[in-house]
């Protein structure tokens, strides 16, 4: 029983893209994989999560099972976001507004009022959400951040969850940008076996700006591994359309942190 619990939340984590299922759903779910009764399902379950080889959250009064590694991520985005939305950064509005008219002046360019609100936000604030359809301007606040930031001396690191995405962010900034994945490093154990990142809280990235294109495209695991790598105090902007691209894996970060209304958003 034990087995079909994991199996179907296993399943619809790696197939169906779902971080967690209500009980009410896992348990008719395994009954037609298992032949025990509710109550037998119900039991082995309460016994699964006391032994912590399967957990619970209450989400909107619904009691949600996870597996493991995947309510691990979830809480380990969510204290990193919340350690980093503590950090304090440039609030000076009248400096702020001297670094976007010089930008305009060096790019030739004259930002509308919502990139600039979309400028100052994402100065101002640790955690940024930058969502838009295409042909709506990011590329330009992007070129925008990059200037202003290296004004004021931060480092800047771009990437994006795929080698397209990266490709094109590249081109169209001038800038080297990396897939999230070569950004941390990811390492191969001789003769195969799983893959692990470089980067992580032991060896943090040292760029002190983390700009992630296409981000409706990353997935908890992945989102969970950025994170780890971010130092204290970094800036961390996701840029991307959230009703476009669906993760890759498991999760929705972007649409979640946007729905919960907690980062500064344009």
Do not use: W
């Amino acid at each position: 029983i034990a087995a079909g619990l994991a199996f179907v939340l296993s399943y619809n984590l790696n197939q169906n893209g779902h971080v967690y299922l209500p009980q009410e759903k896992l348990i008719p779910a395994a009954l037609k994989l298992l032949g025990c009764t509710e109550a037998e399902a119900e039991d082995e379950l309460a016994r699964q999560v006391m032994l912590k080889k399967l957990r619970m959250a209450k989400i909107n009064g619904r009691s949600c099972i996870y597996l493991p590694e995947a309510f691990e991520a979830e809480k380990y985005i969510c204290a990193k976001m919340d350690a980093l939305e503590m950090t304090d950064h440039l609030s000076d509005v009248d400096n702020l507004n001297f670094l976007i008219e010089k930008a305009e002046l060096e790019n030739g360019i004259r930002y509308e009022s919502l990139q600039k609100k979309a400028i100052m936000e994402a100065v101002k604030n640790s955690v940024f959400v930058l969502t838009g359809g295409p042909g709506t301007g990011k590329t330009t606040v992007v070129h925008a951040l990059l200037h202003i930031f290296r004004s004021m001396d931060l480092t800047v690191a771009l990437c994006a969850p795929t080698g397209r995405a990266a490709k094109r962010l590249s081109e169209s900034t001038s800038t080297e940008a990396k897939t999230i994945h070569r950004l941390l490093e990811m390492e191969f154990e001789e003769g195969g076996g799983r893959g692990h990142f470089r980067r992580c809280e032991q060896d943090l990235l040292e760029e002190s700006v983390i700009i992630v294109d296409e981000a409706s495209m990353v997935d908890g695991a992945l989102m969970c591994s950025l994170c780890k790598a971010i130092k204290p105090g970094a800036h961390l902007i996701l840029i991307g359309d959230a009703d476009q691209l669906p993760s890759v894996g498991a999760g929705r970060i972007m649409g979640d942190l946007i729905d919960s209304g907690r980062f500064a958003t344009v």
